[in-house]
């Protein structure tokens, strides 16, 4: 199984809203504004990069998994 990497660059820490490190639970929540999307693209088929005006996140995701989330579902499946 493929482990999968993300960043996110924020322009301005106005732009996020909300941090939280809840060390109890071992987790981390991230939430803040991209503001417009200004372009989205996907580098070499493996990492999909969304840049808005207050700032980028990329996920280090490949082409056809993407398709694949992006096909209907079908409850027989």
Same mark, same amino acid.
């Given at each position: 199984? /493929?482990?999968? %990497?993300?960043? !996110?660059? /924020? +322009?301005?820490?106005?732009?996020? %809203?909300?941090?939280?490190?809840?060390?109890?639970?071992?987790? !981390?929540?991230? *939430? @803040?504004?991209?503001?417009?999307?200004?372009?989205?693209?996907?580098? #070499? @088929?493996? !990492?999909?990069?969304?840049?808005? *005006?207050? @700032? +980028?996140?990329?996920?280090? !995701? %490949? #082409?056809?998994?993407?398709?694949?989330?992006?096909?209907?579902?079908?409850?027989?499946?």
């Amino acid at each position: 199984m /493929m482990k999968h %990497s993300f960043s !996110v660059q /924020m +322009t301005n820490a106005k732009s996020i %809203s909300d941090l939280v490190i809840n060390r109890k639970r071992d987790g !981390v929540f991230l *939430e @803040g504004e991209l503001g417009l999307i200004e372009d989205i693209e996907l580098i #070499e @088929g493996k !990492v999909l990069t969304i840049k808005g *005006e207050n @700032g +980028t996140i990329r996920i280090d !995701v %490949s #082409e056809e998994e993407i398709l694949h989330a992006l096909k209907p579902w079908k409850a027989d499946e």
